[in-house]
């Protein structure tokens, strides 16, 4: 099983409304990232797990809360977001921070209205 | 990590080889190269990764100059399928660590034609 499960595939969502993005990996992988991609654009790094800790954030605004559970589950909390947060995110994971290459889901296309 | 520069976009004619550059002349000596894309709608796709030898797989070719200063992505047989954004990364070669991240360029737009 080489999959990245995310859930839901979309999502709307209102400013006042507080959801979860939801990432869940069977590889044994210990590091799992989260990006935003936003249209036309390269994906952008928010944070990084390794070993269930987290390893990097990439100044990410605190509206967006990051949680890691266990080793196979990686959660995105969203509250009070803006139009602008609209985007699609990916989740990712890898054996772990280093050489591994990194396999992604097919994201979370979300919608903020 | 060093920085990298491919072109905007590129056309290839079905069945063609199609071949990708990517310039990263800041290259240190322990950042490997590494090629992901992504097919419209999908998330990214790791496809190859070498750092200094070429190196080949079912995918592709990635061929690394000798200076290291740049390289190339060879799809020998391109598909339809193949239309994509192909991202050049160079990273770090080491376990962990607050700089050892997977950062995305802005891409190549390969447009296979058939």
């Known amino acids: 099983d080489t999959e990245v499960t995310q859930t839901p595939k979309h999502l709307v969502m209102g400013m006042t409304n507080k959801k979860s993005l939801k990432c869940e990996q069977h590889?044994?992988?210990?590091?799992m990232y989260w990006y935003k991609q936003k249209a036309k654009k390269p994906p952008e790094l928010m944070f990084v797990y390794s070993y269930e800790k987290l390893s990097i954030n990439e100044s990410v605004p605190s509206r967006f809360s990051p949680e890691c559970p266990n080793s196979s589950l990686l959660n995105l909390h969203l509250h009070a977001l803006q139009p602008e947060d609209s985007a699609l995110y990916l989740c990712a994971s890898s054996q772990d921070q280093g050489l591994a290459e990194a396999f992604f889901g097919q994201g979370t296309r979300l919608t903020v209205v | 990590d060093a920085k990298t520069t491919q072109p905007p976009s590129m056309d290839c004619a079905e069945g063609r080889a199609a071949n990708l550059p990517c310039n990263h002349s800041?290259?240190?000596?322990?950042?490997?190269v590494y090629w992901y894309r992504q097919i419209h709608s999908q998330g990214p796709q790791y496809i190859i990764h070498g750092l200094k030898n070429n190196e080949t797989n079912e995918m592709a070719s990635l061929i690394i100059t000798e200076d290291r200063k740049s390289s190339t992505l060879i799809l020998p047989h391109a598909t339809l399928r193949d239309t994509a954004v192909y991202y050049c990364i160079v990273r770090v070669a080491e376990y962990g660590g607050a700089t050892n991240k997977l950062i995305f360029g802005t891409g190549t737009l390969l447009a296979v034609q058939p």
């Open positions: 590889m044994g992988h210990r590091a």
């Open positions: 800041t290259i240190s000596g322990n950042e490997y």
